[in-house]
Nanobody, 124 residues
């Protein structure tokens, strides 16, 4: 079992930055692909970014809507995964979820473990 806890959400003006962190316990996350998803009110949960596990080279993947603005990373020593979000837009407003799974994929069903989410609100 992997327990995940997100932090770092908040209110920011458009053009600003936030850094989300996902603290893992129970298992070492270097063996897992880590993903970030988000869900806005009335919308389905959508893929944001993912990073492969160490056996797959740790490659990163991004949704087109965040490519060039967001960066996913992992700190295996601290057992955390992070999402650096720059140039934030009002449409980035959502609850952001951290997830762990076997393979870095863009679909919700690929991830077995989820955090409780952290709210990100971007004002215009």
């Amino acid at each position: 079992q992997v327990q995940l806890v997100e932090s770092g959400g908040g209110l920011v003006q458009a053009g600003g930055s936030l850094r989300l962190s996902c603290a893992a316990s129970g298992r070492t996350i270097s063996n897992y692909a880590m993903g970030w998803f988000r869900q806005a009110p009335g919308k389905e949960r959508e893929f944001v970014a993912a990073i492969a596990n160490r056996w797959s080279g740790g490659s990163a993947y991004y949704a087109d809507s965040v490519k060039g603005r967001f960066t996913i990373s992992r700190d295996n020593a601290k057992n955390t995964a992070n999402l650096q979000m720059n140039s934030l837009k009002p449409e980035d407003t959502a609850v952001y979820y951290c997830a762990a799974g076997r393979v870095a994929m863009t679909v919700v069903g690929a991830y077995a473990y989820w955090g409780q989410g952290t709210q990100v609100t971007v004002s215009s």
